[in-house]
């Protein structure tokens, strides 16, 4: 099964005409939270005090353990966790994004392999919907619309993809999720069906013209001709008023400000 992953994300690039590790080494550094020395700047949003339950050995535990032969090991976390008062949010953001860096990181530096990569987060995306994850808190507000999120086409995950996805759907918003191999399947899919906003997850460094060329076409191509388009994600730190020249109607650096910001537009005039 290793030979065959690895097999598979070689040709990868080389379709792409890249090397799958420079490919790779791109997704990972920017992949989670923009590093956690911006913590503080994300717990403005997040004033809650469950983030200090959460340690660095309840991260390094999860990353070992999503990796190990027994998964539910790694579920009864959760549990433990849900216990000591820590919200679903802050699970999202403080401990399996953080994991899902740690997977990368350790990869980077051969410690483990890149099939071990894809098997953690795997888990971890499947820990998103266990039955032991806690609540989202009832929605107050008004429904949300409908929205489309999708990884920015060609990353070789969709992690952030999947923490908007919950976060959308916390919010009552009509969500679905996408990973389109190319910028054609997304363009497809915007053609077939009408949503309110796009929402673009951009976890690695690549090219702001690339991004702002993608936008361009979803916005002129899209079924909905007054469609709302946010680019999200961790990789959107580096450098702030670059991304907003792309073209987006907002920018959000995780799920929650995406939330913010997609009602926000909905409610404008």
Do not use: Y
């Not at 952030?160 to 190319?182: G, L, Y």
Request: contains cysteine.
């Amino acid at each position: 099964h290793s030979k065959r992953l690895h097999s598979e994300h070689r040709a990868f690039a080389d379709r792409n005409g890249c090397d799958m590790r420079s490919i790779l080494a791109d997704s990972i550094r920017k992949f989670a939270l923009p590093r956690l020395a911006k913590a503080r700047e994300i717990d403005r949003h997040h004033q809650s005090n469950s983030i200090s339950l959460i340690t660095p050995d309840d991260v390094a535990q999860l990353a070992g353990r999503v990796t190990a032969a027994d998964f539910h090991i790694a579920e009864s976390q959760l549990a433990v966790l849900a216990m000591r008062g820590v919200s679903r949010t802050d699970m999202l953001l403080h401990l399996f994004m953080p994991v899902a860096l740690q997977l990368h990181e350790r990869w980077v530096s051969d410690e483990i392999t890149f099939a071990d990569v894809i098997l953690g987060v795997g888990r971890v995306q499947r820990l998103l919907r266990s039955p032991l994850m806690p609540e989202a808190p009832l929605h107050q507000g008004p429904p949300g619309g409908s929205i489309l999120i999708a990884a920015l086409p060609g990353e070789l995950h969709g992690f952030e993809a999947c923490v908007f996805e919950d976060f959308f759907r916390s919010a009552d918003w009509q969500a679905e999720r996408q990973t389109p191999a190319n910028d054609q399947e997304l363009i497809d899919r915007l053609k077939l069906r009408s949503v309110d906003v796009a929402a673009l997850c951009v976890s690695s460094e690549i090219g702001l013209g690339r991004v702002a060329l993608l936008v361009r076409r979803m916005r002129r191509e899209s079924a909905n001709p007054q469609l709302f388009i946010v680019v999200g994600g961790s990789a959107l730190t580096g450098d702030a008023p670059a991304w907003k020249r792309i073209g987006a109607d907002a920018i959000a650096m995780d799920g929650d400000s995406a939330v913010v910001a997609a009602n926000s537009l909905l409610r404008s005039p």
